[in-house]
């Protein structure tokens, strides 16, 4: 699985929209990029995936550019609720089961 | 649906104990997973099962066994608890949403302190 690069942290206004970078230079073609976060103190949550198109759901969008090298997620309307840690998570799945390799991710503090 | 359901959330135990993590998921998921996460630190997986019946062992198994007693259900044990094994474990399980796309689903955790 290709490797990513985050920012350690970052803050975010209540309210306002979060945009979180991540890089991955090496990703390979058949690579999804998986948004996952972690609430201080609970199980990590599946936020969104996407190959190459941008991606949005209920809790987030994806924007991959073009050479896939690096994506953005972003939370449209940040809440107290959004402060976590988020992974960005580079992979494909050819098997019957897959490992996340989570990385250090980034620490969002929303603040009111 | 409850999701991924583990028992106990915490527990303490002194060296040498024994004991076993329970999950369970209601999501009929094939493939489940143990991770565990120390302090200021990622997860890193301990077993996985990637169907009924079978299991393998991820980055970390020393001093782990597991059994998937069922499609429903993966337990993980530690024979002999030692202090290096307190930690946070994480159930999942995971579900293909597409060609070589998953998703896994986290329970909440099971803290464990070993004395």
């Known amino acids: 699985d290709a490797k990513t690069t985050q920012p350690t942290s970052m803050d975010c206004a209540e309210g306002r929209a979060a945009n979180l970078p991540c890089n991955h230079s090496?990703?390979?073609?058949?690579?999804?990029v998986y948004w996952y976060r972690q609430i201080h103190s609970q199980g990590p949550q599946y936020i969104i995936h996407?190959?190459?198109n941008n991606e949005t759901n209920e809790m987030a969008s994806l924007i991959i550019t073009e050479d896939r090298k690096s994506s953005t997620l972003i939370l449209p309307h940040a809440t107290l609720r959004d402060t976590a840690v988020y992974y960005c998570?580079?992979?494909?799945?050819?098997?019957?089961?897959?490992?996340?390799?989570f990385g250090a991710g980034t620490q969002v503090v929303v603040t009111p | 649906n409850a999701g991924v359901t583990q028992t106990p959330k915490f527990q303490v135990l002194k060296t040498g104990q024994s004991m076993t993590l329970q999950c369970a998921q209601d999501?009929?998921?094939?493939?489940m997973y143990w991770y565990r996460q120390d302090p200021g630190m990622g997860l890193r997986l301990i077993y996985y099962?990637?169907?009924?019946?079978?299991?393998d062992k991820g980055e970390v198994p020393n001093g782990y066994n597991v059994s998937r007693l069922n499609k429903r259900e993966f337990s993980l044990r530690l024979e002999s608890a030692a202090p290096s094994q307190t930690s946070v474990y994480f159930c999942?399980?995971?579900?293909?949403?597409?060609?070589?796309?998953?998703?896994?689903?986290f329970g909440p955790g099971t803290r464990l302190l070993v004395l």
């Open positions: 996407g190959l190459k």
């Open positions: 099962s990637a169907s009924e019946g079978t299991t």
């Open positions: 090496t990703i390979s073609g058949n690579e999804y």
């Open positions: 998570i580079v992979r494909v799945t050819t098997d019957s089961w897959g490992k996340l390799q």
């Open positions: 999501m009929n998921h094939n493939s």
């Open positions: 999942a399980s995971s579900e293909f949403v597409g060609l070589n796309q998953e998703t896994q689903y």
